[in-house]
């Protein structure tokens, strides 16, 4: 079965920490992993796809990584604005349905 | 532009009301979806039209129908909801279709079913 983890569930950082966010998933075939950013009672906001193992992506101080089992997305010196539910979906080759992971709440604290 | 628009942005409803959700995007996406998510869950996907077809229904209740009457446009029309309905409603917009590729979200309706 599809399945994608993601983890810590929740993560409270300093700002300025650096810290880093886990996907990992089981499907039969990659056809895409995106991460969404979710402020509460908002939509999400996509931020990257990834296709292939060794692909990395950047946008402003976020980092995304992509290997055959699992995706990482690194936060370089979080700010209290970065605070937000990361999510981590993928799309498997043979299927038209993307799977979502449960997500990883992120405090930035001043 | 990559916005996709929702109306209305709350909607409190009984259980023996009927009230439609609205969805539209201008980006000439040819996928469109409706997803459901409670407090604190991801996503959870109800719905996919792709070229204006109905391709993939994740066994919703039949007190969820949808709608795609252009390629712009998505509606969600609901009668005799339960109170375990209550949640976001979020739609969604892909370039590409048959579902594939990146989703772009609408900001979606907050249903309260009382």
């Known amino acids: 079965e599809d399945q994608v983890t993601q983890s810590p569930e929740a993560l409270r950082l300093q700002e300025g920490e650096s810290s880093s966010l886990n996907c990992s998933y089981t499907?039969?075939?990659?056809?895409?992993l995106f991460w969404y950013r979710q402020d509460p009672g908002k939509g999400p906001e996509f931020l990257f796809t990834l296709y292939s193992a060794g692909e990395e992506k950047e946008k402003e101080r976020l980092k995304a990584t992509l290997t055959k089992k699992e995706s990482f997305l690194h936060i370089t010196a979080p700010k209290p604005e970065d605070s937000a539910t990361y999510l981590c979906a993928v799309q498997e080759g043979g299927g038209f349905k993307t799977i979502f992971g449960a997500g990883t709440r992120l405090f930035v604290k001043a | 532009d990559t916005e996709v628009t929702q109306t209305p942005k709350h909607l409190v409803m009984g259980m023996t009301n009927k009230k439609s959700l609205k969805c539209e995007q201008h980006m000439g996406h040819r996928a469109m979806y409706w997803y459901k998510q409670k407090a604190k869950k991801p996503p959870e996907l109800m719905f996919v039209?792709?070229?204006?077809?109905?391709?993939i229904n994740e066994s919703v209740p039949s007190r969820f129908s949808p709608e795609c009457p252009n390629s712009s446009l998505l509606n969600l029309h609901l009668h005799a909801l339960q109170p375990e309905d209550s949640a976001l409603y979020l739609c969604?917009?892909?370039?590409?279709?048959?579902?594939?590729?990146?989703?772009?979200f609408g900001p979606g309706t907050r249903l309260t079913v009382t």
């Open positions: 499907v039969s075939g990659l056809r895409g």
């Open positions: 039209y792709s070229y204006e077809k109905l391709s």
């Open positions: 969604a917009s892909s370039q590409e279709g048959q579902g594939v590729g990146v989703q772009y």
